[in-house]
């Protein structure tokens, strides 16, 4: 069957590829030179927010307005689930350890799955519970030899980034027949905002700005799209499951790029996320869409 007439499956295909673009991040940020963390974030909003209108502008023929009012509070929600996703990382990474914030990440399917069953009546499979456990695994697997006590503010805020990302996977559930390119464009504003104050705009040269446009429009902006559009066939708890792919790719662009070898932890532990994934895709692609659809609510 191929994944045009199986909706899961080009669902699960799609939020495959935002992973894949979100996991860039890493040898791009590391490539910047001289350029404080808040400024990148900054300047990254900034890129996001203006090729996404001019984007938005093509695919509504112009009626941009008209698009931010269509997506209504849906837009605006899911928009600031946005805006606390890209900037919470790195407020969070200043307040506790990377293994940490990783780890209590992983919360972000277990979430998506209760606020998923509860408004959505979308009742995960085993399968899928099972995927969650395995790959929960794999990440504590991963940064186990680097966890450490951190600041618990630090703490709250990875917890908190792992329930926007929940709360956005359901909004965006909710808006299936919406482009919901907007609410991209009001979390890189939100973004923006917060990070202004703070930015500096030392080291901002041409190749610094030309990997940071990197990061805002390639990274972070066509990995939103994706997910997004890869949202509509997806139950909520099995989107951001797919998403932690990020967590298993991010260390090997690094260990390509940049020759940083990654643990023997980190491989077993990405090899038992990345077999989760694979398996939870090779079963969206065995069942048909007809079948899917009996375990979701009429849109």
């Not at 935002?18 to 791009?28: D, N, Y």
């Not at 930015?199 to 940071?212: K, M, P, Q, R």
């Amino acid at each position: 069957m191929g994944a045009t007439s199986n909706p899961r499956l080009t669902g699960a295909l799609l939020v495959v590829a935002a992973a894949l673009f979100w996991s860039t991040g890493g040898p791009l940020f590391r490539s910047i030179r001289g350029v404080e963390d808040w400024t990148i974030a900054f300047w990254r909003a900034l890129f996001l927010v203006v090729v996404l209108l001019g984007v938005l502008a093509v695919l509504e023929r112009g009626r941009v307005v008209s698009a931010f009012m269509r997506s209504g509070w849906r837009g605006l929600a899911s928009g600031l689930c946005f805006g606390v996703m890209m900037t919470g990382f790195m407020l969070a990474l200043a307040r506790t350890s990377v293994a940490n914030t990783m780890l209590l990440m992983t919360a972000a399917p277990v979430f998506a799955a209760l606020l998923g069953w509860a408004l959505l009546a979308e009742r995960p499979r085993p399968a899928v519970w099972v995927a969650m456990a395995a790959a929960a695994c794999g990440i504590a697997l991963m940064v186990a030899t680097d966890l450490g006590g951190g600041a618990m503010i630090g703490n709250l805020l990875a917890l908190m980034i792992a329930m926007a990302a929940a709360a956005n996977i359901v909004i965006l559930r909710g808006a299936r027949e919406i482009n919901m390119i907007p609410a991209i464009i009001i979390g890189g504003v939100i973004s923006g905002l917060v990070s202004l104050p703070l930015a500096d705009h030392v080291g901002t040269h041409s190749y610094n700005l030309f990997l940071i446009f990197l990061l805002g429009v390639v990274q972070l902006g066509c990995g939103c799209i994706l997910y997004i559009f890869g949202a509509r066939h997806l139950q909520a708890a099995e989107t951001t499951l797919i998403a932690m792919l990020e967590s298993v790719l991010a260390p090997i662009w690094v260990w390509l790029l940049l020759k940083e070898t990654p643990t023997p932890y980190g491989l077993a532990g990405g090899a038992i996320v990345l077999a989760a994934v694979i398996a939870l895709t090779l079963a969206a692609a065995r069942r048909r869409s007809g079948v899917a659809g009996t375990a979701q609510p009429a849109a």
